[in-house]
T-cell receptor, first 114, second 111 residues
């Protein structure tokens, strides 16, 4: 079983739709949860970051973490064609030799069409 | 600031050849990482470094070597290239566990 599983998609939605992206994980030691966005032929860039359980909102983006279910989500409201990209969830343990060593999901390819 | 820069952008190697992928960051970050990204597989950690002179293996280190003689540079060495090393390689740096800044990647094909 992979440590992090992400719905691979691909996902195609009309402009203005609400998008839901999800990851599940098996390692209860994960404490930091991130969403990266990767445009075609570019490096990933950090979109959202949360620590432990809870919600975090930034503009049209909301990240949710449910540690009891080992499940994280990213919601995109009023999706735009410029949101078309691959979205990668990532997570890491806290402290020690695991510091900063991210475990990534497989990525979900999102296309928002006008 | 240029951030994280990687060279070359593209490279084609023959089986058994060797090469070094260069990575430089100008943010004075202590932590640096090398990942490979295969289609539909996300990113997998090859090696990482917590500071000059200190490196350690990640999830998929076989066939690779690294060195960290300065804070800025973290080259990745491929010895005896194999077709299984065909991938996109990303270097990243950070000053915490929070955000890693990624370079633009090197696309490597081994034929």
């Amino acid at each position: 079983q992979k440590e992090v599983e992400q719905d691979p998609g691909p996902l195609s939605v009309p402009e203005g739709a609400i998008v839901s992206l999800n990851c599940t994980y098996s390692n209860s030691a994960f404490q930091y949860f991130m969403w990266y966005r990767q445009y075609s032929r570019k490096g990933p860039e950090l979109l959202m970051y949360t620590y432990s359980s809870g919600n975090k909102e930034d503009g049209r983006f909301t990240a949710q973490v449910d540690k009891s279910s080992k499940y994280i989500s990213l919601f995109i409201r009023d999706s735009q064609p410029s949101d078309s990209a691959t979205y990668l969830c990532a997570m890491t343990r806290a402290g020690g030799t695991s510091y900063g060593k991210l475990t990534f999901g497989q990525g979900t390819i999102l296309t928002v069409h006008p | 600031n240029a951030g994280v820069t990687q060279t070359p952008k593209f490279r084609i190697l023959k089986i058994g050849q060797s090469m070094t992928l260069q990575c430089t960051q100008d943010m004075n970050h202590n932590y640096m990482y090398w990942y490979r990204q295969d289609p539909g597989m996300g990113l997998k950690l090859i090696y990482y470094s917590v500071g000059a002179g200190i490196t350690d293996k990640g999830e998929v280190p076989n066939g690779y070597n690294v060195s960290r003689s300065t804070t800025e540079d973290f080259p990745l060495r491929l010895e005896l290239a194999a077709p299984s090393q065909t991938s996109v390689y990303f270097c990243a740096s950070s000053d915490s566990a929070n955000e890693q800044f990624f370079g633009p990647g090197t696309r490597l094909t081994v034929l």
